[in-house]
C-alpha cells in the first residue's frame, strides 16, 4: 500500500472542503471496497478524509411521507429497519442479496453507491482498463465478458455496476444528497447519479469534486409487492449476472429496475407500460438497443424470465 495522509472531519461541509483542496483525496467511511483497492494499488489516495464521525447514521421520516437515509446507515442497519422493511421490502431485499453478513455491518450507504466495478480486468493490473488508467484501451472488449455489461455500453467499456441496493433505489425513484466544496447543498435524482461509461468510463457519478454525499432520500411508499431476484453463480456472496427489483401493483401495473446489465442501474420507464404483458414485451423494450457479445447474450434471455418469475411471485 502507498503511503497517506488522514484526516477526521469535524462537518460534511469542511470534509467536502477539505476534499476538494487536493487531488489525491478520498473519503472513507466502512472503507470495505477503497481499502481493497488500495492494497492492490488500484486505488492510490495521497490523502484520506474519515467521514465516520458526521453524525449521518440515522433514518428519519420526511415531510413528504418517506424517509431520509443518513449516507453513514450501515447496510445491515437499513436493511432491518421496521419502516423499510414494512414499506420499502425492495429494498431491504435488495441489500440481504448483497456481500455478506459482516461485510454489511461496515458498509454503508453512500459507499455503496460508490463502489467501483467488478470487472477482473480493472482488478488486473497488468491489463489495460480505460476505467483504472484513461485512454490506455480496454483489455475487456474481446476477453472474457461473461460477467459484464449487455445495454448501454460503450468502445471504451462495458463493465457493470454491482450494486443491489442501487438497482431497488432506481427503482424506488430516491434521491442522493449531497453537499459540495462550497458548503452548498444539492439533491441528484438516482436517474442521474451514475452515468454510462462513453469515453470516460473512470468518471462514474454525477458528483463534482469534493462533494460528499449525505443522504439518500426515498419518497413516500408505494405499496404493490415488492420483488428482487438476483441470479448469480452461487447462492451467496456473488454478484448478479442479472437482478431484477421490482414493485408490482394488484393491477400488473408496476417499476422495474436491472442490476449486472450496465454501468449504471437499468431502468427505462416506457417499458414498464408493457409490465401487464409480461417478461417478453418489458425486456423487449428494456434492453431495446443491447448489444451483448457472444459470451453473454445469455442475458437477454435470463431477463425475460427472471422478469417472468418476478411476475408469477408478484401475483402470488
Ligand atoms: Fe476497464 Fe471497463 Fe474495460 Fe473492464 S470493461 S477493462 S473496467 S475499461
Request: positive net charge; charged residues 20%; proline residues 6%.
Amino acid at each position: 500500500m502507498k503511503p497517506f495522509t488522514y484526516e477526521r472531519a469535524a462537518t460534511p461541509a469542511e470534509a467536502a472542503a477539505a476534499a476538494a483542496r487536493g487531488t489525491g483525496t478520498r473519503f472513507i467511511a466502512g472503507g470495505t471496497n477503497l481499502l481493497d483497492l488500495m492494497k492492490l494499488q488500484i486505488e492510490t489516495p495521497t490523502h484520506l478524509i474519515d467521514v465516520n464521525g458526521l453524525a449521518l447514521d440515522t433514518i428519519e421520516p420526511t415531510e413528504e411521507g418517506g424517509l431520509r437515509i443518513g449516507a453513514l446507515v450501515s447496510n445491515t442497519d437499513l436493511a432491518t429497519d421496521a419502516r423499510v422493511r414494512r414499506d420499502y421490502g425492495l429494498l431491504a431485499r435488495a441489500l440481504l442479496a448483497g456481500a455478506s453478513g459482516q461485510l454489511r455491518n461496515k458498509a454503508t450507504t453512500a459507499g455503496n453507491l460508490l463502489q467501483r466495478t467488478r470487472c477482473p480486468y480493472f482488478y488486473d493490473t497488468n491489463q489495460p482498463c480505460n476505467k483504472r488508467h484513461p485512454g490506455s484501451g480496454c483489455a475487456a472488449i474481446g476477453g472474457v465478458t461473461r460477467q459484464l455489461g449487455i445495454v448501454g455500453t460503450s468502445e471504451a467499456c462495458i463493465a457493470t455496476h454491482p450494486s443491489d441496493m442501487a438497482v431497488a433505489l432506481r427503482a424506488l425513484d430516491a434521491t442522493v444528497e449531497t453537499v459540495r466544496a462550497d458548503g452548498a447543498a444539492r439533491a441528484i435524482p438516482m436517474a442521474d447519479f451514475h452515468r454510462l461509461p462513453g469515453d470516460t468510463p473512470h468518471i462514474e457519478t454525477a458528483l463534482e469534486p469534493g462533494e460528499l454525499i449525505t443522504a439518500v432520500v426515498l419518497p413516500k411508499p408505494l405499496g404493490g409487492r415488492h420483488v428482487y431476484r438476483k441470479v448469480r453463480d452461487r447462492a451467496s456472496y456473488a454478484f448478479a449476472l442479472i437482478s431484477v427489483g421490482a414493485v408490482i401493483q394488484p393491477d400488473g401495473t408496476g417499476r422495474v429496475a436491472l442490476g449486472g446489465v450496465a454501468h449504471k442501474p437499468w431502468r427505462v420507464e416506457e417499458a414498464e407500460t408493457a409490465m401487464p404483458r409480461g417478461g417478453r414485451a418489458v425486456t423487449e423494450r428494456l434492453l431495446a438497443g443491447a448489444r451483448p457479445t457472444r459470451e453473454n447474450a445469455f442475458k437477454i434471455t435470463l431477463v425475460e424470465r427472471t422478469l417472468d418469475a418476478v411476475l408469477a411471485e408478484a401475483r402470488g
